[in-house]
């Protein structure tokens, strides 16, 4: 009994002994650890892990932040099903795959053995993942204080963008008159961003946009806009006039006028006062004074325009020029330029001093260039409207000569040298079969009828190869087509 006893306790301590010995020789360490790792959010990442002689009864599971989330080859809690694992025992890889990285996927992984009662054998080192966070899709998001301002009041724009891991770089531009600008440049570590200045008259209508990019994702690229801009400012004036101040003539003047909002009145008023008689308001923006007197020269025009934020106003100086003498009238001939009384004298100092050269002078001192000029002009268009009618007759008779000249006439036939007059009766060629007779009850055959150009004369040919004698008809039937014994 004793030596029974001892002899099983001996196998269980030997038993014992060989189970220590093949679990500490089963297992030897990793031949692969899971490295730190950093990834933008939405792509893919992987942590690597080899062991080396792992026993049947061991196996591999991945920690995430101590969290026990596989088994081998899979997944084991549902909240992690976009993980998966590449596992191969005969090799000993366990890798771990995450696809469309998530927030919640920061922290440390840990690769880690177990035995067949869940205990931890051995742990890899912890690797550190860093998740690159982006702003969410309705970021960034724009507000401005205030629909509308006045010039010259404080306009503040604000941006604004999610906090994220690292943060969003935010900058704005601003679009006026299709051109853009930079602003301002966010600092690292804002996550919103507000740009402020004085509103001028040129803001209005301004466009600003801020932009959001970030070293997440250096392909991404967000916007939003405030704008266009509503500026209010009092009327802008000027005028401006058409053409130049001529003594005696119309002087047209025109207001011109920027503001916002619209423009409510137009007013002219004169320093020194001038009467009403004078002048005329068309739409209460274009001035007209009918007959520009001397006494209007340095006169001042000022044109006042109201709108609801204020008014604006803009001063013209009246400058009367007096009208240009007609033998002043300046001249070009061949790039030269020369006075109509300078070419009169000239000619009559050339000329000698008698009677008939006397009356020459006077004739051309008289007599206007333009008057001849104008009967040199009225000649030369009547001379173009008679070669131009000339040319139309002789263009429409074209034809109607044609016509006349090529119409087509009788034209004689020409035998033996003598004319042959066309005869008045013509006979065509006529294909024909005659009725039945009525004696024999039978058809005749097919006959022609030849038409001959000899007046009085006429033939008949029932064949091709018969010639056919002035006889009655009925006879020569008889005679052509049948014997005499069928007609008794």
């Given at each position: 009994?004793?030596?029974?006893?001892?002899?099983?306790?001996?196998?269980?301590?030997?038993?014992?002994?060989?189970?220590?010995?093949?679990?500490?020789?089963?297992?030897?360490?990793?031949?692969?650890?899971?490295?730190?790792?950093?990834?933008?959010?939405?792509?893919?990442?992987?942590?690597?892990?080899?062991?080396?002689?792992?026993?049947?009864?061991?196996?591999?599971?991945?920690?995430?932040?101590?969290?026990?989330?596989?088994?081998?080859?899979?997944?084991?809690?549902?909240?992690?099903?976009?993980?998966?694992?590449?596992?191969?025992?005969?090799?000993?890889?366990?890798?771990?795959?995450?696809?469309?990285?998530?927030?919640?996927?920061?922290?440390?992984?840990?690769?880690?053995?177990?035995?067949?009662?869940?205990?931890?054998?051995?742990?890899?080192?912890?690797?550190?993942?860093?998740?690159?966070?982006?702003?969410?899709?309705?970021?960034?998001?724009?507000?401005?204080?205030?629909?509308?301002?006045?010039?010259?009041?404080?306009?503040?724009?604000?941006?604004?963008?999610?906090?994220?891991?690292?943060?969003?770089?935010?900058?704005?531009?601003?679009?006026?008159?299709?051109?853009?600008?930079?602003?301002?440049?966010?600092?690292?570590?804002?996550?919103?961003?507000?740009?402020?200045?004085?509103?001028?008259?040129?803001?209005?209508?301004?466009?600003?946009?801020?932009?959001?990019?970030?070293?997440?994702?250096?392909?991404?690229?967000?916007?939003?806009?405030?704008?266009?801009?509503?500026?209010?400012?009092?009327?802008?004036?000027?005028?401006?006039?058409?053409?130049?101040?001529?003594?005696?003539?119309?002087?047209?003047?025109?207001?011109?006028?920027?503001?916002?909002?619209?423009?409510?009145?137009?007013?002219?008023?004169?320093?020194?006062?001038?009467?009403?008689?004078?002048?005329?308001?068309?739409?209460?923006?274009?001035?007209?004074?009918?007959?520009?007197?001397?006494?209007?020269?340095?006169?001042?025009?000022?044109?006042?325009?109201?709108?609801?934020?204020?008014?604006?106003?803009?001063?013209?100086?009246?400058?009367?020029?007096?009208?240009?003498?007609?033998?002043?009238?300046?001249?070009?001939?061949?790039?030269?330029?020369?006075?109509?009384?300078?070419?009169?004298?000239?000619?009559?100092?050339?000329?000698?001093?008698?009677?008939?050269?006397?009356?020459?002078?006077?004739?051309?001192?008289?007599?206007?260039?333009n008057n001849s000029s104008t009967d040199i002009s009225i000649s030369l268009v009547v001379i173009i409207a008679l070669v131009c009618i000339i040319v139309i007759i002789g263009v429409a008779m074209i034809p109607v000569g044609y016509m006349k000249y090529t119409r087509r006439q009788p034209i004689d036939t020409i035998s033996r040298r003598r004319p042959v007059s066309i005869p008045d009766v013509y006979f065509e060629p006529r294909d024909h079969i005659d009725p039945m007779l009525p004696q024999l009850g039978l058809a005749v055959p097919w006959m022609r009828t030849v038409g001959v150009q000899v007046p009085g004369e006429c033939e008949y040919d029932a064949t091709y190869n018969t010639q056919v004698m002035p006889q009655p008809r009925q006879v020569y039937y008889t005679q052509r087509m049948y014997p005499a014994s069928s007609l008794q």
């Amino acid at each position: 009994m004793y030596t029974l006893g001892f002899g099983k306790a001996f196998g269980t301590w030997i038993y014992l002994y060989i189970l220590i010995l093949h679990r500490t020789y089963s297992f030897s360490g990793f031949i692969k650890e899971p490295l730190d790792e950093n990834q933008a959010e939405g792509d893919l990442t992987y942590f690597n892990c080899i062991v080396r002689e792992l026993d049947e009864t061991q196996y591999v599971s991945w920690l995430h932040n101590g969290r026990k989330i596989s088994k081998n080859g899979e997944i084991i809690i549902h909240t992690y099903a976009y993980y998966s694992i590449d596992y191969d025992s005969a090799f000993g890889t366990c890798n771990l795959r995450i696809q469309n990285v998530q927030r919640r996927d920061k922290g440390g992984y840990t690769c880690t053995v177990y035995d067949s009662n869940d205990q931890i054998v051995e742990t890899s080192r912890t690797a550190n993942f860093t998740v690159l966070e982006i702003p969410q899709q309705q970021y960034p998001i724009c507000s401005s204080t205030q629909t509308s301002y006045r010039v010259g009041q404080y306009v503040v724009l604000n941006c604004i963008s999610e906090k994220t891991t690292p943060p969003a770089l935010l900058r704005w531009v601003h679009n006026i008159g299709g051109s853009e600008s930079g602003l301002k440049e966010s600092l690292t570590g804002n996550y919103g961003n507000s740009y402020s200045f004085i509103a001028k008259q040129s803001d209005n209508r301004a466009i600003y946009t801020c932009e959001l990019t970030t070293s997440a994702n250096p392909s991404l690229y967000r916007n939003c806009s405030i704008g266009p801009l509503d500026v209010l400012y009092p009327p802008i004036v000027r005028i401006q006039q058409t053409r130049d101040v001529i003594l005696g003539n119309e002087a047209i003047f025109i207001c011109y006028s920027d503001a916002n909002p619209q423009e409510t009145t137009f007013e002219w008023s004169f320093d020194p006062p001038i009467s009403e008689n004078i002048f005329v308001l068309e739409n209460d923006i274009i001035l007209r004074i009918k007959n520009t007197i001397n006494r209007l020269n340095g006169t001042s025009v000022i044109c006042t325009v109201t709108n609801s934020i204020g008014s604006g106003s803009s001063k013209f100086i009246v400058n009367v020029k007096l009208k240009e003498p007609i033998n002043n009238v300046v001249e070009t001939n061949s790039g030269k330029e020369t006075k109509k009384s300078e070419k009169i004298t000239e000619r009559n100092e050339n000329k000698p001093k008698n009677k008939n050269s006397n009356s020459n002078q006077q004739l051309l001192q008289t007599r206007s260039p333009n008057n001849s000029s104008t009967d040199i002009s009225i000649s030369l268009v009547v001379i173009i409207a008679l070669v131009c009618i000339i040319v139309i007759i002789g263009v429409a008779m074209i034809p109607v000569g044609y016509m006349k000249y090529t119409r087509r006439q009788p034209i004689d036939t020409i035998s033996r040298r003598r004319p042959v007059s066309i005869p008045d009766v013509y006979f065509e060629p006529r294909d024909h079969i005659d009725p039945m007779l009525p004696q024999l009850g039978l058809a005749v055959p097919w006959m022609r009828t030849v038409g001959v150009q000899v007046p009085g004369e006429c033939e008949y040919d029932a064949t091709y190869n018969t010639q056919v004698m002035p006889q009655p008809r009925q006879v020569y039937y008889t005679q052509r087509m049948y014997p005499a014994s069928s007609l008794q």
